[in-house]
């Protein structure tokens, strides 16, 4: 597990926890109970809230820890700006990597499924004890360093999810050469299509 900091933002949002898990078999069901935790009420809707108080996403579209950070840092800015789309600082991390505006495509695409088998699951929190712990007992998988995040990392896929920037912008906006050929170019490298989506996260609230 890494931890990120930033002392820069409220002492309850300064402190990031990020893992990342392989061979995950609970996708499933963990994805089920992110759902159910939203409706239970009372005590136990409040343990359960907090057992799944993470963002859940899917590895596979993930391309750096730059990509990560990004993401993350562009949501906790959000919350403290008081310009959340989202419900959470985490759900709003999964809608800053999406490259629609669509938190419901956001989850679909990013979000945990019966066919994810690599999760990253982050925690924003303050300085916090317990929380590998917590992340353990709620994903079903092998923790594993984030030096292997690139072996982990569906290239095309990333390059397919990269389309839909154009298609959400072109009807606004003129497309960006270097998005028409990350489309149009098989053999770019991973260094540049990873380029190329860390700025697509960094552009997104400016462009939203």
């Known amino acids: 597990m890494e931890t990120i900091s930033f002392p820069h933002f409220s002492p309850d949002r300064s402190t990031v926890h990020a893992a990342l898990y392989t061979n995950v078999t609970n996708g499933a069901a963990l994805r089920k109970r992110i759902i159910d935790a939203a409706v239970i009420e009372g005590e136990d809707g409040e343990r359960e809230?907090?057992?799944?108080?993470?963002?859940?996403?899917?590895?596979?579209?993930?391309?750096?820890r730059l990509h990560l950070q990004t993401a993350i840092y562009q949501a906790i800015l959000a919350e403290a700006q008081g310009a959340l789309r989202t419900r959470t600082v985490?759900?709003?991390?999964?809608?800053?990597?999406n490259p629609t505006n669509?938190?419901?495509?956001?989850?679909?695409?990013?979000?945990?499924?019966?066919?994810?088998?690599?999760?990253?699951?982050?925690?924003?929190?303050?300085?916090?004890?317990?929380v590998e712990e917590k992340i353990a007992a709620a994903v079903a998988g092998t923790l594993t360093p984030f030096?292997?995040?690139?072996?982990?990392?569906?290239?095309?896929?990333?390059?397919?999810?990269?389309?839909?920037?154009?298609?959400?912008?072109?009807?606004?906006?003129?497309t960006p050469p270097q998005y028409n050929k990350l489309n149009n170019d098989p053999d770019a490298s991973k260094a540049r299509i990873d380029n190329i989506v860390v700025s697509m996260v960094a552009m997104k609230s400016v462009m939203s």
């Open 90 to 97: 985490h759900s709003e991390v999964i809608w800053a990597l």
């Open 49 to 64: 809230r907090d057992a799944v108080n993470f963002a859940f996403i899917d590895a596979r579209l993930i391309t750096s």
């Open 102 to 130: 669509n938190i419901t495509e956001a989850l679909r695409r990013y979000g945990v499924s019966e066919k994810t088998t690599a999760v990253i699951v982050v925690r924003i929190d303050g300085p916090e004890e317990g």
């Open 147 to 174: 030096t292997e995040l690139d072996t982990v990392t569906d290239w095309a896929a990333v390059k397919k999810a990269s389309a839909a920037f154009n298609d959400a912008r072109r009807a606004t906006y003129a």
